[in-house]
């Protein structure tokens, strides 16, 4: 019980670091970019002017869907790993 205490010690200290912590993702070679932290939150959203076409505009919104979803992707591994290196491998549901 003391071990399991402890444990989620860690793991609430781990989700109070992971917030600081961010990814970047980008789609179409850069042209839109995002930044995403380990609460899965966006915290920016670069658009290339390039990318921005009133006459394409399902384009844009497929870039940024992609960008998005891959900066989602990539903060679940980082809290996965982070979690991993608490939990010793275990998965733990609820907690990511």
């Known amino acids: 019980m ?15 670091e992971l917030e600081t912590k961010t990814v970047e993702a980008s789609a179409g070679g850069g042209m839109v970019a995002v930044v995403v932290n380990g609460k899965f939150e966006i915290l ?19 870039l940024i869907i992609a960008a998005v979803n891959e900066g989602v992707r990539k903060a679940q591994e980082m809290t996965a790993s982070e979690m991993s ?11 990511m």
């Not at 920016?44 to 497929?62: A, G, H, I, R, T």
């Not at 608490?86 to 907690?95: D, K, R, V």
């Open 2 to 16: 003391k071990q399991a205490k402890k444990i989620q010690e860690k793991i609430a200290q781990m989700q109070a």
């Open 44 to 62: 920016s959203l670069k658009v290339d002017k390039e990318v921005v076409n009133p006459e394409d505009v399902e384009m844009l919104q497929d």
């Open 85 to 95: 290196k608490i939990t010793g491998g275990f998965n733990i549901p609820g907690m």
